[in-house]
């Protein structure tokens, strides 16, 4: 009798015990410790990443790249294309209970134009006032119809903090930073760790799983995966791609991809400085044409992100929509890259490679040295430490230039700001006033098929001229524990923890 | 011996200028605009104005040196500029992190180190002496990342006895602590225990050859009172000094170790500020660690006075 009444109050306090034990905490390895937490001046990949579990936006996208739902519930634009409305989502709250509502819009977007420092200001310098229609309803007014508002507000220009929060603390409001995401903020020791916990009044909170998310930098990515192996992490970001199969054999990890809107791309000084006069590659397009045609995608791709990219041509990957049919990825043809030399009067031309001395732009600078040789090419890496690659590319002085791009969701966004006239990340110089006509007009109209037919025409401009030898797409990769379940790749990199559980 | 002291002192100040002056023309030697590096990925050309503007990048070279000492004498060591925190706020968080962590490998390096060495001396020539010469080598030659690494793999992920990673503060938890210190300790403690043991055991071999030892012996004292009490503490000035020196050196911030086993110390701060080209953090610690230098070379020269009785007028 006694030993069966025993039986049943411990089968019930381990009943119990479990039952709390569900509610957990994730602990996440990020590849480096994020800037300041603030929407405004935040300008990392991983702050983002910490973003997407505090601060909810406006709007987001899904996993096949449209705009969907979060803060705002329903969108339209104005009949002359120059008004942007948004219906607001009711009865959102931020962490510190204050009322969501089109004010606050109104506040965060002029923070974001206005605030010293801004890293949003080029995003969202279209927009000329914000109106507050009413309690739920904004309305975002530009001078001419700009067709990436939309989706720039799924980006952290987007992200509303709370006015209160952001009057009192002013420029210091990433100490302790309030959104109205699925978390709110606990504390942060810089370079050790940031901690969210669950926010109860979250719109959503059905769906949150996770009491707590413990945010930790490992910039070794062997290091990262040891502790996630070892137990010390539920879940890590960019996993190393030779440590994939390794991932992929341990029943206790599943990994986990999905290809990115970013790329990798080799920039050639074609008019930015003097150097695009006296370089083989930056004065003659022929030189530029044979450089691509001794490269091999695939072979790059293999030797470099063991198969796990994808080869591309084009500022976003040949499975986006947005790709243009009309230019199809070259193959390798050394042949005719002698030729093109030959024709060039250069057949032996000496190319500077300045390479930033991350791992993966490394390896990707020899093997396109030893792809480039085959034709004929003098390839001299010049080993950069990134910093310093940055401050060479905006003044100039460089040939070539490995750089890699994140991406954003709209194809403007990895078009714009590169090859149009003296836009700020024009490093190569390039200033045709066609494609400057046809980028321009692709940001007018909202109609998807008209700007698919600009983005084929400047396609053709662009490969010609080759500002950008696109060389391909990688993959996002992710590792975690086994026992994590409703995670889903995005191809923005960023982690949606909502729906996700052990 | 105060007038010792006093002077040692009053030589720290002009030391400290000189350090600053130095670290500060250092890094405006630095290609590489750190208004850029600190801007977004866009670049927007007013963001990076106004980061210069914020931070004075835009004014002449002695005025921003002056307006940083400025801050210094009223404590103000300045803000990062990437994670926009004051600088003394990441010291004080910092440094009690790597402290500990100078004093546990100093610890692992003295408990290794010194009785190999004295060992070494006492069997020299025979296998002791060899099989600690081999020993403090490996210790040594071995990198500390590739051991950090490999530690990792063996206690933690095969074996799961201890963290991969990860800073307890000792407030919270010692315990907890201790196991995630132990191991960064471990690999940095070999690498000096050498240095301590060849050290201790020239520095033995010499004392052992002298007069007064035969003088002990021949007064029939036992073996260990002769070889602890009298050869040992003349052998440990040399390595008061030496110990000074590389406590120094890990106050500096074991940075690959650190990065290894994530502790969140100096060496993993200025590194990432250097790339980052926040000036003010990487200013802010050269500071730190070369007032803890200076520091602990005085330390030493006190600890030597009070070692040998000759040295004391």
């Known amino acids: 009798m006694i030993r069966t009444s025993a039986l049943a109050a411990l089968s019930a306090v381990v009943l119990l015990g479990s039952g709390a034990a569900s509610a957990q905490t994730l602990r996440f390895g990020l590849a480096e410790d994020p800037d300041a937490l603030d929407p405004t001046l935040a300008r990392t990949f991983v702050g983002r990443v910490v973003f997407s579990a505090l601060c909810d936006k406006l709007v987001d996208i899904s996993p096949d790249l449209k705009v969907v739902p979060q803060l705002a519930t329903e969108w339209k634009w104005s009949d002359d294309n120059k008004s942007l409305i948004l219906k607001l989502r009711p009865n959102v709250t931020f962490h510190d209970g204050e009322k969501f509502d089109a004010e606050a819009v109104k506040y965060n977007i002029e923070r974001h134009k206005t605030m010293q420092g801004s890293q949003r200001r080029g995003e969202l310098s279209a927009v000329t006032s914000v109106e507050v229609v009413d309690p739920l309803t904004v309305k975002l007014n530009t001078a001419a119809p700009f067709a990436p508002l939309l989706a720039t507000l799924t980006d952290r220009a987007g992200m509303m903090i709370s006015p209160k929060a952001g009057k009192a603390l002013g420029e210091k409001f990433a100490t302790a930073p309030v959104c109205a995401g699925p978390f709110k903020f606990v504390e942060r020791v810089a370079q050790d760790r940031i901690v969210l916990e669950k926010y109860d009044g979250y719109w959503n909170k059905d769906n949150v799983h996770f009491q707590r998310i413990e945010f930790r930098p490992f910039v070794d990515a062997t290091v990262r995966l040891a502790n996630l192996r070892s137990g010390q992490l539920d879940f890590i970001e960019r996993l190393a791609a030779t440590d994939a199969k390794a991932v992929q054999n341990d029943s206790k990890l599943k990994f986990a991809s999905i290809t990115e809107i970013g790329y990798y791309g080799i920039t050639i000084n074609i008019g930015k400085s003097d150097k695009a006069k006296t370089s083989a590659l930056g004065s003659n397009p022929k030189i530029r044409e044979a450089f691509e045609l001794s490269l091999d995608r695939n072979g790059i791709n293999k030797v470099v992100f063991d198969g796990l990219a994808t080869p591309g041509n084009q500022w976003v990957a040949p499975t986006n929509p947005a790709y243009a049919k009309s230019v199809p990825i070259p193959k390798r043809d050394v042949a005719k890259a002698k030729q093109l030399l030959k024709e060039a009067g250069n057949p032996n031309p000496v190319v500077n490679l300045v390479t930033p001395t991350t791992t993966d732009a490394s390896k990707i600078a020899q093997v396109v040295q030893a792809m480039a040789k085959d034709a004929g090419f003098d390839v001299r890496i010049q080993a950069t430490e990134f910093a310093t690659s940055l401050n060479m590319a905006d003044k100039g002085d460089f040939e070539a230039y490995i750089l890699a791009w994140s991406g954003r969701p709209d194809p403007d966004g990895n078009l714009y700001s590169f090859h149009a006239c003296k836009q700020p990340l024009n490093y190569s110089g390039l200033c045709n006033p066609a494609l400057d006509e046809i980028l321009n007009d692709s940001r007018l109209t909202t109609d998807m098929a008209q700007r698919q037919a600009a983005w084929e025409k400047a396609a053709k401009i662009i490969n010609a001229e080759r500002p950008i030898i696109y060389l391909l797409h990688r993959k996002w990769l992710y590792a975690h524990s086994a026992k994590l379940t409703g995670f889903k790749e995005y191809p923005d990199g960023l982690i949606r923890f909502v729906g996700m559980k052990m | ?313």
């Open chain 2, 1 to 313: 011996m105060t007038r010792f002291l006093f002077r040692r002192l009053a030589i720290l100040i002009p030391t400290l200028i000189f350090v600053s002056m130095i670290i500060f023309g250092l890094q405006q030697l630095l290609p590489g605009d750190p208004a850029i590096a600190m801007a977004g990925e866009e670049r927007d050309p007013q963001a990076i104005a106004e980061l210069r503007a914020k931070y004075n990048l835009d004014k002449p070279i002695w005025v921003q040196y002056g307006l940083w000492i400025g801050g210094i004498l009223q404590g103000d060591f300045g803000e990062s500029i990437r994670i926009q925190l004051p600088v003394s706020q990441l010291l004080l968080e910092k440094l009690p992190v790597t402290i500990e962590l100078a004093v546990l490998s100093m610890l692992v390096a003295l408990l290794i180190g010194l009785p190999a060495g004295v060992i070494s001396a006492l069997y020299n020539g025979r296998w002791p002496d060899y099989l600690a010469n081999v020993i403090g080598l490996w210790g040594l030659s071995t990198p500390n990342f590739w051991l950090g690494i490999m530690m990792i793999l063996l206690f933690s992920v095969h074996l799961g006895w201890l963290p991969a990673s990860g800073y307890v503060s000792p407030t919270e938890d010692l315990w907890a602590n201790l196991q995630a210190m132990i191991m960064p300790a471990f690999v940095l403690g070999t690498g000096i225990a050498a240095v301590f043991m060849r050290h201790t055991r020239s520095a033995m071999l010499q004392v052992l050859a002298s007069d007064y030892i035969r003088t002990a012996r021949a007064k029939g004292l036992y073996e260990r009172v002769v070889i602890g009490k009298h050869a040992f503490r003349n052998a440990a000035v040399p390595v008061i000094t030496l110990g000074a020196l590389e406590f120094g050196q890990l106050l500096s911030g074991a940075v690959l170790t650190e990065q290894i086993f994530s502790i969140p110390g100096f060496g993993k701060l200025i590194v990432d500020a250097v790339f980052n080209r926040d000036y003010a953090v990487v200013q802010g610690v050269v500071l730190c660690t070369a007032t803890a230098y200076v520091l602990l070379n005085l330390l030493a020269d006190i600890a030597y006075f009070l070692v040998n009785p000759r040295l004391r007028t």
